[in-house]
């Protein structure tokens, strides 16, 4: 039974079709097909998170929110779960707002100024890209889930197991893929409490309030869907499946540049760690950032 | 051979000192098909757990005693990734067994090993799809299916399995008769190739063809199992008299409560409702039977609001003129959804009672009710659990506790049934009877159990009958 509808508080997602979808593929919608490919390749996963680990830089940061955009442009377009991303947007901004206030510029400040009588905010340049590199990781990692996790393209958790059979990747992306059952959850939590009478629209305030009982079953339903996942995985033996080689690029330049790419990135990765916070380098950064892009370009065959 | 032998076990889950298990001694004899009945919270699924070698691996928890399952013991590491290979385990809940997005995924993956590339195992997905979920469209997304049919996408990976051990937890739940109809053949073609089969069930309501197949059946309770022992003993309900009813006026009156015209809804571009037209009185029953995907769910959303039909109209107190939900000051209405969980928002079950019972009549003090209620759904001693720890059975029953601690005066069930136990389901009757003629009780299922109980009945058409006649649900 195909389900959701056009309620009082439901969101319709309706299928739009582009209207260059008969004239061929714009650059636009073909660099969308290549990052949504390099998600299908099941590699972006991977190295997204170590990017998103282990790199303070901006610029990085700031390619990775870039290739993820795409994603959740691409998805919102034609899946659903846009109206959750919503619930997640402050998030990022209170974490830069936080990050200025609850970590002091060990340099020389720009401005300073004193919160009640203890508190002494200093906000410096690394202070300001301390908080800017949080906003960006939980951004990109914002973005990035939502892309994953309704692209409607295709199942990505499937590519996955049958490309890079691997622990990691399968336990971050079903963690990831539990989204959009929560999505729909959501919606059923909604109309359960809006007739038990908890969940009331009113002024800002008092919906605020209403939907923070929402917080709770969602959370606790997530574990434990996580939990009945992982027992799933096991019983129906997806681990044992034997990973079918990594497609591969039909260009031998493309081969050369992704292993060139692929090379430096593994060399790049601990001279960021190393420079971290004391060296903002955003030429390397900006480096890496088109260096993982060509990487995945050419793993993908040149987004065949 | 032993397919399954057990001697002493005992398990308990982390952090928690009461034994889910305790001396558990089970002998299965390969080939056969063993039925283990017991109430809620009794341990079966646990034990399923156990035999299937994901408990305490994956769950953590303590295990104790003999464990053979196929002739390996499933204790050492070595023994339970041979296991593993050789049993199918199906979990209680489908919406948790099934891991992938789409049907076609879930359709193909098993047979993506036997077939050795994707698209041969996606044919095969295709043919799966027509078997056990007619007219559904390939690319779906599995949350978009409705319980019954989410149970026949996981009973289809029994089909594709050559599993030696079926592990099936309570697989007739969700199940109509066409479904049911399709698992006995299956299960009847797995057992005379030689396959054993253990499945467990809170009650064998709806099993009448399974007892006669079956070579044991066995009833558990938290001493262990017991041959021949019966679960239908004892206190089965308190009466609804005892509720407060005396203190209840009748009000009988010809003007109907809720009426809908020529609704018409459609879904994902099909015509799931089409020109219903229905009326529902003050304590009426009202059963609204139909097929898996039949559109009962769709049906029950229509009338609260939270589908509003494109043509026709639906008028009803609680909702507004468009029919959309708005809620009602003088009409208590609750709602009993598909999965019990949407209904806590508390961390133990008497805080979320309390939740329940000051938005609804607050006919007696807060803790009278709770008394009344813990008791009538045998939830005593289980006030200050999660309601998320709850085994399924208690969940249902602890979730009919929420909605009825409210003196609801229009009921809304939607598959009431799930989970629940032998004496569960005679308490959930005799309540429904007593209300009958003081509360409007609308029940969306696919049994006959209260169908002696209704005053009205609606059946919803199949999906490929439905498809046939261009339209949904007429009524």
């Not at chain 1, 919503?86 to 200025?100: D, E, N, S, T």
């Not at chain 2, 809620?327 to 508390?346: E, R, W």
Request: glycine share 10%.
């Amino acid at each position: 039974m195909a389900r959701r509808s056009p309620g009082n508080t439901l969101r319709v997602h309706r299928c739009h079709t582009s209207p260059r979808a008969s004239g061929g593929p714009s650059k636009t919608s073909r660099w969308v097909k290549e990052i949504n490919d390099a998600v299908l390749s099941g590699l972006f996963l991977p190295f997204a998170v170590v990017l998103i680990l282990f790199t303070w830089n901006i610029t990085a940061l700031l390619f990775m929110c870039i290739a993820s955009l795409f994603l959740a442009v691409k998805t919102s377009r034609k899946g659903g779960g846009g109206g959750l991303l919503l619930y997640f947007i402050p998030l990022p901004i209170m974490v830069f707002v936080f990050g200025l206030l609850l970590y002091p510029s060990t340099s020389e400040p720009i401005i300073t100024f004193q919160v009640g009588d203890y508190m002494t905010v200093r906000i410096g340049p690394d202070s300001i890209h301390y908080s800017l590199s949080n906003m960006f990781k939980l951004l990109a990692i914002t973005l990035l889930i939502w892309g994953i996790t309704f692209n409607p393209n295709g199942d990505v958790l499937f590519f996955v197991l049958k490309r890079v059979s691997r622990r990691l990747p399968i336990m971050l992306l079903s963690s990831l893929y539990l989204l959009p059952r929560v999505s729909s959850d959501a919606e059923n939590i909604i109309e359960a409490q809006k007739v038990r009478g908890v969940l009331r629209e009113g002024s800002f305030i008092h919906t605020v309030k209403s939907r923070g009982w929402l917080i709770m079953p969602l959370l606790r339903d997530s574990f434990l869907r996580s939990e009945a996942l992982a027992d799933s995985i096991t019983a129906r033996g997806l681990f044992d499946l034997n990973p079918p080689p990594l497609p591969l690029s039909r260009s031998p330049i493309g081969l050369l540049l992704g292993a060139v790419a692929g090379f430096l990135m593994v060399l790049i990765i601990p001279v960021i760690l190393g420079v971290m916070l004391y060296a903002p380098t955003f030429i390397l950064g900006a480096v890496k950032g088109v260096l993982f892009l060509l990487y995945q370009y050419a793993l993908t065959g040149g987004g065949r | 051979m032993k397919a399954v032998m057990t001697r002493g076990l005992t398990f308990s889950y982390p952090m928690r000192s009461e034994k889910v298990i305790q001396g558990l001694n089970l002998s299965i004899d390969v080939g056969e098909l063993m039925f283990i009945v017991g109430d809620s919270g009794s341990g079966k699924s646990t034990l399923l757990k156990i035999l299937s070698g994901i408990a305490p691996f994956t769950t953590g928890g303590t295990l104790s005693g003999e464990v053979s399952v196929l002739g390996e013991d499933i204790k050492r590491e070595e023994g339970r990734g041979r296991v593993l290979k050789k049993v199918f385990y199906l979990n209680q809940e489908p919406e948790y067994y099934l891991i992938f997005s789409t049907v076609i995924c879930e359709a193909a993956t098993p047979y993506l090993e036997s077939c050795g590339s994707w698209s041969a195992a996606e044919r095969k997905g295709m043919e799966t799809i027509q078997k056990w979920l007619k007219g559904v469209e390939p690319h779906t997304k599995v949350s978009h299916l409705s319980g019954g049919e989410k149970q026949r996408m996981a009973l289809s990976h029994m089909e594709a399995s050559d599993a030696k051990l079926y592990l099936l937890d309570e697989p007739l739940t969700h199940l109509d008769d066409e479904g049911r109809r399709r698992f006995y053949l299956l299960l009847r073609k797995k057992l005379d190739e030689g396959a054993t089969v253990l499945i467990t069930t809170p009650s064998l309501f709806g099993y009448d063809k399974l007892k006669e197949m079956a070579n044991k059946i066995y009833f558990m309770n938290r001493k262990g199992v017991e041959k021949g022992a019966s679960v239908m003993g004892g206190r089965i309900a308190v009466k609804w008299e005892e509720l407060g009813r005396d203190r209840i006026r009748r009000e009988q009156s010809t003007k109907p409560l809720l009426t809908v015209k020529n609704a018409v809804v459609s879904l994902g571009g099909k015509r799931v409702i089409n020109g219903l037209n229905l009326t529902l009185g003050k304590g009426e029953v009202f059963v609204a039977r139909g097929e898996n995907g039949s559109g009962k769910t769709t049906l029950i959303r229509l009338l609260l609001g939270f589908v509003v039909p494109e043509e026709g109209k639906v008028s009803a107190p609680w909702l507004n003129e468009k029919g959309e939900w708005m809620g009602s000051q003088k009409i208590i209405v609750g709602y009993l959804p598909q999965n019990p969980m949407d209904i806590f928002t508390s961390e133990d079950l008497a805080s979320d009672l309390f939740l329940s019972w000051r938005t609804g009549k607050r006919r007696e003090r807060f803790k009278s009710a709770l008394k009344r209620f813990l008791t009538l759904f045998r939830l005593e001693g289980l006030e200050g659990e999660d309601p998320y720890e709850l085994s399924t059975g208690e969940r249902q029953r602890a979730a009919l506790a929420s909605v009825f601690i409210r003196y609801p005066d229009v009921v809304f069930l939607d598959e009431p049934t799930r989970g629940m136990d032998g004496r569960a389901l005679i308490t959930l009757t005799n309540l429904i009877s007593q209300m009958k003629g003081e509360s409007t009780i609308f029940i969306s299922t696919h049994t006959t159990l209260f169908e002696h109980l209704s005053d009205k009945t609606i059946t919803l058409p199949a999906v490929d009958e439905r498809e046939r006649e261009g339209g949904g649900v007429r009524g």
